[in-house]
């Protein structure tokens, strides 16, 4: 795909997703981590409606402990996952306290040390609670940047890295939530709205699967 189609396909997305941000609620880099642990296999409206109960009482690594891996499975298992998820939050508390005196590190390095934080959780909450620039392809991103063709890899590494290497450094963080809302509103899994799409004739798959009537 040539520099010049990308930046245009960058374009439109700003054009029509440029104000919105992330997906779940939080107001500290804590609480954005345990939202995002939450949101795996379940959506950030779910994750949103948990966390608003959860964090009016339990929003620091102690106050998690002192809860109680029971405690906690039984405030999130609308979550999907919950057991083990309450597990590798109970697990993530205690290396916070014991290593990192309580406070989320920022370095992708260190965050996908702590159990149940892979590449995805690390990217969100570097980018969204620390505005380092970073990538999180989950799977709305992973789906729309190969369908579009700013992708084309096999894997969520592979993925990430093209995409790393095709959207400017300055719009890596903005990108992702561009391509998160126009797989949520446009280009779903199943039954994606090709006909109703602005990047239409700029998109791989939509110039190659979609016919004017």
């Not at 102690?62 to 309450?86: H, M, R």
């Not at 990217?123 to 620039?133: C, D, E, K, L, T």
Request: a positive charge; one cysteine or more; proline letters at 3%.
């Amino acid at each position: 795909m040539t520099k010049k189609k990308i930046e245009q396909i960058l374009a439109t997305l700003e054009s029509l997703y440029g104000q919105e941000q992330c997906g779940l609620d939080f107001n500290t880099p804590f609480e954005l981590l345990i939202a995002t642990i939450l949101s795996a296999q379940c959506t950030d409206v779910r994750v949103n409606i948990v966390t608003s109960e959860l964090f009016e009482n339990y929003n620091t690594p102690e106050a998690i402990l002192f809860l109680g891996e029971e405690g906690l499975l039984a405030k999130i298992k609308t979550c999907g996952l919950a057991k083990t998820k309450a597990r590798n939050i109970i697990l993530t508390c205690h290396r916070l306290l014991t290593e990192y005196n309580g406070i989320v590190p920022d370095q992708m390095d260190e965050l996908i040390t702590l159990p149940g934080v892979g590449r995805k959780t690390a990217n969100v909450v570097m980018s969204n609670a620390f505005n380092i620039p970073a990538i999180a392809v989950d799977t709305h991103v992973f789906r729309v940047s190969r369908r579009i063709g700013l992708a084309g890899g096999k894997t969520v590494l592979e993925v990430e890295k093209e995409l790393m290497k095709n959207i400017p450094k300055d719009k890596w963080s903005q990108a992702h939530h561009w391509l998160i809302w126009h797989g949520r509103k446009c280009c779903m899994a199943r039954n994606p709205n090709c006909g109703g799409c602005m990047l239409r004739s700029l998109c791989v798959f939509g110039s190659q699967n979609f016919k004017e009537a």
